[in-house]
């Protein structure tokens, strides 16, 4: 929050000292304007000044008279005190040769003005050529200066819209590369929000910038995904439990079974225990022990798959996953009709992961299976490596899926089953455990021809070739 005081406190300064360098600008132009109407004043004297001298001698030339020599003699001294005076200014204008020019000019018109007041009529032409001369100077001088003037003005007329036009490309800038910086800022939220639904932290790092704001938004996202993760944990726990309800018909058909046959056998023991011959009365007892450790098996497989405890990835080999999984839901699926099929090889690369996570990824799937073909079907299972990566296959002949379904069948609470039979976490979570892996799961479907879902998993380093 600090370095956005600080960002602020800055913007704020560089737009007041803006402002104070426009007005100081034209403030500049305002004063220099004044200036240059004085020197154009000044410019308009000694035309004045110049043509009182001409008009003095043309009254010397047709009545004459030596006042009026007199008094255009006093205009033109008047004149080139005024020209001395805007030395610099002619200077800048026309150059230094043209002002030496003048005062050569003014000079020799002196001259001819002395010569004529001696009575020397033969300079009368020379004379009026000179003053005919310095009026035409003087008139240029005075154009000149007149548009600079009207240039000087223009500028001051043009600097508040020249201002108001850079302000609009600063202001235009900043709200570009605002405006690209906050899409950003969004794409990133979108991106992340989405990753983060389907389990997929990575996105959370997208973001690299370092302003303030941005590294607000990756650490709430970081601790949303460290909560998130906790709760998928719960959720991953909890949906086991409904897993295990799921699983209570085949584990109880598991159970019947060789519960039915320890009873049956001990009924018989009891019965010819006084007639029957000590060895069938050893076999019968270890038909009863065999059962018995059959339906300990059971549960025994149940109580590992519902342990919550903390998880390990360790190198696994995929047959050994699907073989236990499928003991716990092999039941299910014969009591649905639905007929297994397998072909993982023992001698695929082992992965490195968790044997009761993955359980819940198939065991999700295989009983997702179940559920699509009603009427019973076939799951085929199927391992292969694929690169650096061992990849599953769980294909069903069931019902399938529609495009759209498809499209959002990893999205949490996502279902298409009634009200009461499921949460639409089941795929999510799948999708989550599979991420965490470093692995990704894909799906393939069409109405009507079933559904194959692909699990790939990293290859434990090392692994040979299959």
């Known amino acids: 929050m600090q370095a956005l005081k600080i960002k602020g406190l800055v913007l704020f300064g560089a737009y007041v000292l803006f402002m104070l360098l426009t007005m100081g ?51 033109l001294d008047r004149a080139e005190g005024t020209v001395e005076v805007l030395r610099p200014k002619i200077v800048e204008i026309e150059g230094e040769a043209r002002y030496a020019e003048l005062r050569a000019s003014i000079g020799e018109y002196r001259t001819l003005l002395h010569s004529l007041a001696g009575g020397d009529k033969t300079v009368a032409v020379r004379t009026r050529e000179y003053g005919a001369g310095l009026v035409r100077t003087a008139q240029d001088l005075l154009r000149e200066k007149q548009q600079r003037i009207h240039s000087a003005l223009d500028r001051i007329k043009f600097m508040p819209i020249l201002v108001m036009l850079t302000l609009l490309v600063v202001i235009t800038v900043v709200f570009v590369w605002q405006a690209r910086k906050i899409l950003e800022r969004l794409n990133y939220v979108q991106r992340a ?3 983060v639904a389907k389990g997929d932290y990575e996105a959370i790092q997208h ?13 709430a996202f970081t601790n949303m995904a460290d909560e998130l993760d906790k709760r998928q944990e719960q ?13 209570t018909s085949g584990i109880a058909h598991e159970l019947n079974n060789p519960l039915n046959n320890v009873s049956l056998t001990a009924d018989t023991l009891l019965e010819e225990l006084d ?14 022990i065999g059962e018995t450790a059959r339906a300990s098996e059971v549960v025994r497989n149940l109580l590992d798959f519902s342990r919550a405890e903390q998880r390990t990835l360790r ?19 014969a009591l649905g009709g639905v007929k297994v099929e397998t072909d993982v090889p023992v001698d695929l690369p082992d992965i490195r992961g968790d044997m009761h996570y993955l359980q819940q990824v198939f065991i999700n799937l295989f009983l997702n299976a179940d559920q699509a073909m009603e009427k019973g079907g076939h799951l085929r299972i199927t391992g292969r490596r694929q690169g650096d990566m061992l990849c599953v296959d769980v294909a069903d002949t069931g019902c399938g899926m529609d495009k759209d379904t498809l499209s959002r069948v990893f999205d949490p609470f996502f ?6 039979k499921g949460t639409g976490l089941g795929l999510s979570i799948i999708y989550g455990i599979v991420r965490k892996h470093g692995g990704s799961v894909g799906v393939r479907s ?3 021809r079933g559904t194959t879902f692909t699990v790939c998993l990293p290859i434990q380093d090392g692994g040979g070739e299959a």
């Open 446 to 448: 069409e109405p009507g």
């Open 207 to 219: 973001l690299r910038s370092e302003d303030p704001i941005s590294v607000l938004m990756r650490a």
């Open 275 to 288: 007639a029957m011959p000590r060895a069938e009365m050893r076999e019968l007892l270890q038909d009863i």
């Open 25 to 75: 600008m034209y403030w500049w132009n305002i004063d220099a304007f004044r200036d240059r109407l004085t020197t154009m004043d000044e410019f308009h004297n000694v035309l004045s000044d110049i043509l009182e001298t001409r008009r003095y001698e043309k009254n010397f030339m047709f009545y004459p008279e030596p006042n009026s020599l007199k008094e255009a003699l006093v205009y």
């Open 193 to 195: 929000a989405e990753g």
């Open 315 to 333: 190198p696994l080999g995929m047959a050994a996953v699907i073989r236990q999984t499928l003991k716990l839901v092999g039941n299910q699926l």
């Open 415 to 420: 279902t298409t089953k009634p009200v009461g």
């Open 235 to 247: 959720l991953v726990e909890a949906r086991k439990l409904v897993s295990i309800g799921t699983l």
